[in-house]
């Protein structure tokens, strides 16, 4: 299976964005899905999780009422939603894809290209 994502871009603190990984070779929903972000000089970080039907979601604390993810398995793409975001949120995103759940960087065997976030002061 292949990830695509995109949505990534330049946005003051305060605003949002909304991310998207397109899913190719595969089914959506044959897969559970998590977003991960890896800062400059930082290892990379859980960031949301999301089960294979959408009914679980699985956050990061530092994440946790600002950012929201969902997937919509009918056209193969997986969202996260950002907002209030802050300038420690600035990284690059990834998003992810495994057969069996998890919210670690070890649990997931398909990873996207990444798309930069850059939040502004």
């Known amino acids: 299976v292949q990830l695509q994502a995109s949505g990534g871009g330049l946005v003051q603190a305060g605003g949002s964005l909304r991310l998207s990984c397109a899913v190719s070779?595969?089914?959506?929903?044959?897969?559970?899905m998590g977003w991960f972000r890896q800062a400059p000089g930082k290892e990379r970080e859980f960031v949301a999780a999301i089960g294979r039907r959408g009914g679980s979601t699985y956050y990061a604390d530092s994440v946790k009422g600002r950012f929201t993810i969902s997937r919509d398995n009918a056209n193969n793409t997986l969202l996260l939603q950002m907002d209030s975001l802050k300038t420690e949120d600035t990284a690059i995103y990834y998003c992810a894809a495994n057969r069996d759940s998890g919210i670690r960087y070890s649990d997931y065997a398909y990873w996207g290209q990444g798309t930069l976030v850059t939040v502004s002061s």
């Open positions: 070779g595969g089914t959506l929903s044959s897969y559970f």
